[in-house]
């Protein structure tokens, strides 16, 4: 889901810190209350977007963009620390 020279790590990970809510600011974005952001390594999280509807597109800067009422529902129903995340092409 990255933008060339962005893109999103592969592998095979376990999510280790979850927000409800967080700003997320970096070289050319500045998104306040990202919503149900959930880390899985390092910088990488998955997460709800409000700022596209373009799923299925690189446009991230390597997290996983996903629309905001599927986040929240892997958000309160599915994921808690520790959850695998397998992330492949």
Same mark, same amino acid.
Request: with cysteine; charged share 10%.
């Given at each position: 889901? &990255?933008?060339? &020279?962005?893109?999103?790590? +592969?592998?095979? !990970?376990?999510? !280790? #810190?979850?927000?409800? *809510?967080?700003?997320?600011?970096?070289?050319? $974005?500045?998104?306040? &209350?990202?919503? !149900?952001?959930? $880390?899985?390594?390092?910088? !990488?999280?998955?997460?709800?977007?409000?700022? #596209? #509807?373009?799923?299925?597109?690189?446009? *991230? #800067?390597?997290?996983?963009?996903?629309?905001?009422?599927?986040?929240?529902?892997?958000?309160?129903?599915?994921?808690?620390?520790?959850?695998?995340?397998?992330?492949? +092409?």
């Amino acid at each position: 889901t &990255g933008l060339p &020279g962005s893109e999103t790590v +592969l592998g095979d !990970y376990k999510v !280790y #810190h979850m927000l409800e *809510s967080q700003r997320m600011v970096g070289p050319g $974005y500045d998104l306040p &209350g990202v919503p !149900y952001v959930m $880390y899985f390594y390092q910088g !990488y999280a998955l997460h709800g977007t409000y700022w #596209h #509807h373009n799923f299925g597109h690189p446009m *991230s #800067h390597g997290c996983v963009n996903m629309p905001t009422p599927e986040a929240e529902w892997f958000y309160e129903n599915f994921v808690e620390i520790g959850t695998p995340v397998h992330v492949e +092409l």
